[in-house]
């Protein structure tokens, strides 16, 4: 199995991103997905997943309405649009996967996941 992320980069106040999270080695529509962060110091903290065929997302309320998941079971890609980014976005987003029996689940904790991506770096300065 393979997690791969892309899309990090550098990017000023307000800006935008979109991180892409490419699964391999298994079988999509099954896996249920979440994006996470880690900024220095603290632990990794889950904010987007979307459940199997995009029947549930759910965010953290730091980036509720600013994020968007959304997935592509057709190309085993997950996405996250990223808006008005602000420093305390800053940090190495990781791409987590974990199979999912029940439709409406999507994980938000570190627990239970299988895979894991190698991260990518989101950094938001002016």
């Known amino acids: 199995v393979q997690v791969v992320e892309f899309g990090g980069g550098s990017v000023q106040p307000g800006g935008s991103l979109r991180l892409s999270c490419v699964v391999s080695g298994l079988t999509f529509n099954r896996q249920a997905i979440g994006w996470f962060r880690q900024a220095p110091g603290t632990d990794r903290d889950g904010i987007a997943c979307?459940?199997?065929?995009?029947?549930?997302?759910n965010y953290a309320d730091s980036v509720n309405g600013r994020f968007t998941i959304s997935r592509d079971d057709a190309n085993n890609i997950v996405y996250l649009h990223m808006m008005n980014l602000t420093p305390d976005d800053t940090a190495p987003y990781y791409c987590?996967?974990?199979?999912?029996?029940?439709?409406?689940?999507?994980?938000?904790?570190?627990?239970?996941?299988?895979?894991w991506g190698q991260g990518t770096l989101v950094t938001v300065s002016s």
């Open positions: 979307i459940a199997r065929a995009g029947y549930n997302t």
């Open positions: 987590a996967v974990e199979a999912a029996v029940v439709f409406e689940y999507c994980p938000r904790s570190t627990s239970g996941v299988d895979y």
